[in-house]
T-cell receptor, first 115, second 111 residues
Framework: DAGVTQSPTHLIKTRGQQVTLRCSPK?????VSWYQQALGQGPQFIFQ???????QRGNFPDRFSGHQFPNYSSELNVNALLLGDSALYLC??????????????FGDGTRLSIL | QKEVEQDPGPLSVPEGAIVSLNCTYS??????FMWYRQYSRKGPELLMY????GNKEDGRFTAQVDKSSKYISLFIRDSQPSDSATYLC???????????FGKGTKLSVIP
């Protein structure tokens, strides 16, 4: 049973560049969430995708955008990179159920370094 | 005041000790509570998921929720060196898809 997979594992970019991170959800899951984890901090919610639409967003600027594909996989795009965007980016998947909050399962993340 | 407060530690205990990890929260809308374990250079791994106040046990782990005090705990019995990791509490409310995390507590279990 494949868990959440993310690619790439590491990435180095320079300020002002753009980056795309990818995520495949756990088998059977249809919902994908993205989190940013700075060093020594807990993950911060960026947004969640369900049925190919963003259905909730955290306190992140529009430079952060995403996409979900019909096979439930997802991409996170970040434009105009800043030094402060250096972090571990985590993808989490879950199964949408009406009237019930389902647990989120995380991948191992993409470590993004901005020079 | 942060929505979720968690002592970052570090916490160091001898092998076999009982470990108590805690979080407090301020948002009374939180109804679902989770504990995740995160090893270095890995993603968070779900350990416990609870909804109601009270205790939930799974092997050596017990999660405790006190909604009246806005306080949650994770107890680890017979701690092992392999339990050395950062433990993150997380919570969310009904109708919300966003998990709000504590900063995490770094635990070291010394053989």
């Amino acid at each position: 049973d494949a868990g959440v997979t993310q690619s790439p594992t590491h990435l180095i970019k320079t300020r002002g560049q753009q980056v795309t991170l990818r995520c495949s959800p756990k088998s059977g899951h249809d919902t994908v969430s993205w989190y940013q984890q700075a060093l020594g901090q807990g993950p911060q919610f960026i947004f969640q995708y369900y049925e190919e639409e963003e259905r909730q967003r955290g306190n992140f600027p529009d430079r952060f955008s995403g996409h979900q594909f019909p096979n439930y996989s997802s991409e996170l795009n970040v434009n105009a990179l800043l030094l402060g965007d250096s972090a571990l980016y985590l993808c989490a998947s879950s199964l949408a159920r009406q009237h019930s909050n389902q647990p989120q399962h995380f991948g191992d993340g993409t470590r993004l370094s901005i020079l | 005041q942060k929505e979720v407060e968690q002592d970052p530690g570090p916490l160091s205990v001898p092998e076999g000790a009982i470990v108590s990890l805690n979080c407090t929260y301020s948002n009374s809308a939180f109804q679902y509570f989770m504990w995740y374990r995160q090893y270095s250079r890995k993603g968070p791994e779900l350990l416990m998921y609870t909804y109601s106040s009270g205790n939930k046990e799974d092997g050596r782990f017990t999660a405790q929720v006190d909604k009246s005090s806005k306080y949650i705990s994770l107890f680890i019995r017979d701690s092992q060196p392999s339990d050395s990791a950062t433990y993150l509490c997380a919570m969310t409310g009904a109708g919300s898809y966003q998990l709000t995390f504590g900063k995490g507590t770094k635990l070291s279990v010394i053989p």
